[in-house]
């Protein structure tokens, strides 16, 4: 099983049968394994599930040991949105690896992400030809309203959190793409963690694991 993203996989226990993936895109700096860490309580109530965890395709400036989806150390906007798209091209072209190694489509896909990675889980999601089942979105933003809103192709499902302390990446982008979601007729939820700072709590993970298990197990 070799992907073009170095990957992480849960695969569900006793060998059951494949019927569903959750994708999960690391934030900036981390590694698949540091998000695959919400698999340890997901894994037990999404059977039949795999859950992937690549991760990015480049190594961070500011952490060699950790990924990045996009450099961040330049605060250039257009720069950012071109990095943000070869990364999305990236993650598309795995998911269509996903999809054919485990015989799937992305109607039986969550994807789902934190920070940065919840910045590509968003792009990616709602540019997509096909739908997704749904996006889990934590601790992100929409990286260009403007852009995303001429791109916009799916009607994806979405959960979005973020926590009121966070210092990382200022809650009032949940505002910002809770109105850029009303805007575009997307059917989404959004919630706003009480004194959480940039980090996913188990209330953010269980409502997450929560979303997820009924638009899996309903489609």
């Known amino acids: 099983m070799k992907f073009s993203l170095n990957t992480t996989v849960i695969k569900p226990d006793d060998n059951k ?109 709602l540019t997509s030809e096909e739908s997704f089942n749904c996006i889990v979105g934590f601790s992100g933003k929409i990286i260009d309203k403007k852009d995303l809103g001429v791109r916009l192709k799916s009607k994806t499902k979405i959960l979005m959190m973020h926590g009121e302390a966070d210092e990382i990446v200022h809650p009032n982008n949940l505002l910002e793409a ?7 007729n997307l059917e989404a939820e959004t919630i706003m963690l009480k004194n959480c700072e940039h980090h996913i709590p188990v209330e953010g993970s269980s409502a997450a694991l929560n979303f997820i298990k009924k638009n899996l197990y309903s489609s």
């Open 17 to 125: 049968e494949i019927k569903n993936a959750v994708i999960l895109l690391h934030g900036y700096g981390g590694d698949g394994k540091d998000i695959s860490m919400l698999t340890l309580n997901w894994k037990r109530f999404l059977r039949n599930t795999v859950f992937l965890c690549p991760d990015a395709h480049e190594v961070c400036n500011i952490n060699p040991v950790g990924f990045q989806w996009f450099d961040l150390s330049s605060d250039d906007p257009k720069k950012i949105l071109i990095e943000s798209k070869k990364a999305e091209n990236k993650i598309k072209e795995y998911i269509n690896e996903i999809n054919s190694y485990f015989k799937l489509n992305n109607s039986q896909v969550c994807i789902s992400g934190f920070s940065q990675g919840c910045m590509m889980s968003i792009n990616v999601g």
């Open 178 to 184: 809770k109105d850029f979601f009303i805007r575009n």
